[in-house]
Nanobody
């Protein structure tokens, strides 16, 4: 079973940037889809960004133009570049991989806190 480890979160001022990483325990070369999600206190987990195996990306309206999902197959790592951060981006961020017949378990997530 694939294991995911998210990292890169932290405390940043509004307008700042962070790059999150999601390291997988197996090759991500043939992954059907990869995604980043976030969960703020008292709220449901929501989809932030996805990338298909062909490289097509989709973003939540709230992050379009500010966040970028990418991958490095050689490092088995998925990234989320977050620019122009806002206090409402504060949440725990999780990644997920979807293979041909499986979905990865959630990792521990990485906390992002944006101060105003």
């Amino acid at each position: 079973q694939v294991q995911l480890v998210e990292s890169g979160g932290g405390l940043v001022q509004a307008g700042g940037s962070l790059r999150l990483s999601c390291a997988a325990s197996r090759s991500i070369f043939s992954i059907n889809r990869m995604g980043w999600y976030r969960q703020a206190p008292g709220k449901q987990r929501e989809l932030v960004a996805t990338m298909s195996s062909g490289g097509t990306t989709n973003y939540a309206d709230s992050v379009k133009g500010r966040f970028t999902i990418s991958r490095d197959n050689a490092k088995n790592t998925v990234y989320l570049q977050m620019n122009s951060l806002k206090p409402e981006d504060t949440a725990v961020y999780y990644c997920q991989l979807i293979g041909s017949s499986w979905i990865s378990p959630w990792g521990q997530g990485t906390q992002v806190t944006v101060s105003s």
